[in-house]
Structures are given as C-alpha cells and as structure tokens.
C-alpha cells in the first residue's frame, strides 16, 4: 500500500495569502509572513525560526477583509526560509475566512 501524498493529506487545498505576521514562542519573538493557509495550518516565511515540535503563538490579518486573527500553532516542518506549522483550536472566525479565501480562488 502506498504512502498517501502529503497535499492528499491536507484538510483543504493551499491558498496563497501573503500577509505579515507577529510571532511567539518560548521566550522568543519574531515577524514573519504568512504565504500560504489553509483549513488545518499555514507556512510562515521568517528569518528566526521556532524548533520543530514548538508552540507558536501568530497574530496575522487576512489581506481581503483585514480581520485580525490570533492562533496557536505546532510547528510540523521547517525550512531555510520558513516553517509550516499546524492550527491548535482554531477560532471558528478563522476557518470560516479561510473557506471564504479558498472560493475566491
């Protein structure tokens, strides 16, 4: 049986966003910028980078409606130039603009 491909994995499809984000975690702070949501996390380009595994709290507004959002995240991968990190009980307000992004595009 085959290994299922991670975006077959994914709750929703990857929509593009590009907004900055203000980062926490452990003792940490940092900016980033959100390139891509979707229905179960986000990918967070950044120079500083929390550890794989590690607790993020981000503060972000969606680019359409400029609602700020405030989400705690795992970070489940990191790269050179950002991490990809899972939403922990995302706020409803969330997943519903997000739904709304993904019709947009």
Known sequence: MKA????EQRLSSRVPMGAPASLKWADQQATGYVENVNLGGLYVASKRLPELGEYVELQFALPENGRTFRVRAS???TRRSGFGARFERPPLGLLEAIRGLSREH
Not at 4 to 7: A, D, H, N, P, V
Request: a positive charge.
């Open 75 to 77: 970070v489940v991968h």
């Open 4 to 7: 299922r491909k991670l975006s």
